[in-house]
């Protein structure tokens, strides 16, 4: 899971390269401080766009934090939490959720020692978004390797679920898919095992569908196939783990970069990276039933992608999806692309250039808020708006 991070200069370029007709990217101003990094994305029962991120503040202590956006403005920004060891990887971005009016819940990842490999998941709660509870593990194994590459969704009317990865044996593997059930002060009720070998460095990522949940991960075998595999909470029973598309990339090492999904109804999203093919690339499909069947594979890069792949749903059931990909002159890109429900992939939106490591793991967020990006894992946290 781990991975140093090195401070590059990143240039941002605000001038969309559109192809034929699609987004237009602006600027947009975020509360969060300079040297922010880790940011994410959940949307407010309302709509609202909840933005959290992880800054630095005096002594070199660190805060977890978050801001509302309603309409054309943020709120102020709100610490969760400050003082603690948070791990300040890209891909293990804490997250903020509000559930309901008297309801939000935070995780983060904590490594308490450089020179370990120990990485414990933290969950606080608040009745009101600005009070919030002490912090409680959420898991039950103590020991010094790595939980973490959280992803959250609420799983009933006081309680939300995180999945998550752990690896007993360090990397000699095999890394587990578990879920954590917590109520509503952040309180453990339930922990279980869903996938005995995936990915161990690989995001997880869960959405809320109209039948219960569908959890996207990147699954593993002894011979270190490691393709994108999806699993379904429905009428209170895990439908069994499938492999979402027949990649098939054989990669002797982890990628650190896996899918994104995202659900309406039954209307499902799911996007991904594989390196399986020369260029690697990003794919995607849709699912009317939530999951249970996959629709065609649609390609969405057209070069040599990076990965790091986000996505959201379009208000018509089409997508927008966000993703890395490496120019001729060998930087990285951060483009976006949308598809219509149909499938039909639109113009591809550059949104920023620059060094890989700086841009992070980008993320993309669309409510009745807006459509916006953000993004940054040194230096500062970028965010940008797309508007047609």
């Known amino acids: 899971m781990k991975n140093p991070i090195s401070v590059l200069s990143l240039a941002v370029v605000f001038n969309v390269a559109v192809f034929g007709q ?9 509360p969060s401080a300079a040297g922010s990094v880790q940011p994410n994305w959940s949307a407010a029962p309302d709509g609202s766009a909840i933005l959290s991120w992880i800054e630095p503040v005096k002594n070199g202590d660190y805060s977890l934090r978050y801001a509302v956006r309603k309409g054309a403005a943020w709120s102020e920004a709100r610490t969760v939490i400050a003082g603690r060891h948070f791990f300040r990887h890209p891909a293990e971005a804490p997250e903020v959720i509000q559930i309901g009016d008297k309801l939000w819940l935070a ?37 010094e390797v790595q939980h973490g590459l959280v992803s959250m969704a609420a799983s009933g009317p006081n309680e939300a679920s995180l999945f998550w990865l752990e690896t007993p044996k360090g990397d000699d593997g095999p890394g587990y898919l ?76 982890c990628p650190v970069n896996a899918a994104a999904v995202a659900a309406k109804g039954d209307r499902v999203a799911l996007a991904w990276f594989t390196g399986a093919t020369e260029p690697a690339k990003v794919q995607m499909l849709f699912s009317d039933d939530g999951g249970a069947t996959l629709g065609k594979l649609i390609p969405v890069s057209a070069g040599a992608a990076l990965g790091n792949t986000s996505l959201a749903l379009a208000d018509d059931g089409g997508a927008i999806v966000s993703w890395l990909e490496r120019n001729a002159g060998g930087d990285a890109r951060l483009l976006v692309r949308e598809i219509s429900p149909s499938g039909v992939a639109g113009p591809v939106v550059q949104v920023a250039v620059g060094g890989k490591t700086p841009f992070g793991y980008p993320r993309l967020f669309h409510s009745a808020a807006g459509t916006f990006v953000a993004w940054g894992s040194s230096g500062k946290l970028e965010t940008t708006q797309l508007r047609k």
Not at 110 to 130: H, R, T, W
């Open 178 to 253: 578990m879920r954590t059930v917590v109520d509503g002060s952040g309180k453990e009720l339930k922990e279980e095992r869903l996938d005995d070998d995936v990915c161990d460095c690989c995001p997880t990522a869960v959405a809320r569908t109209a039948k219960g949940l569908i959890v996207a991960y990147r699954d593993h075998t002894p011979d270190n196939i490691r393709d994108i595999a999806v699993l379904r909470f429905e009428n209170g029973k895990w439908a069994p783990s499938k492999i979402v598309h027949a990649d098939n990339w054989r990669l002797d090492a």
């Open 22 to 30: 699609g987004f237009r990217a602006e600027p947009l101003a975020n």
């Open 107 to 143: 995780h983060w990842v904590e490594n308490l020692k450089e020179s370990s490999d120990a990485e414990y998941i933290y969950v606080s709660s608040s009745v009101d978004g600005m009070h919030w509870s002490a912090p409680q593990m959420a898991h039950k194994d103590r020991s």
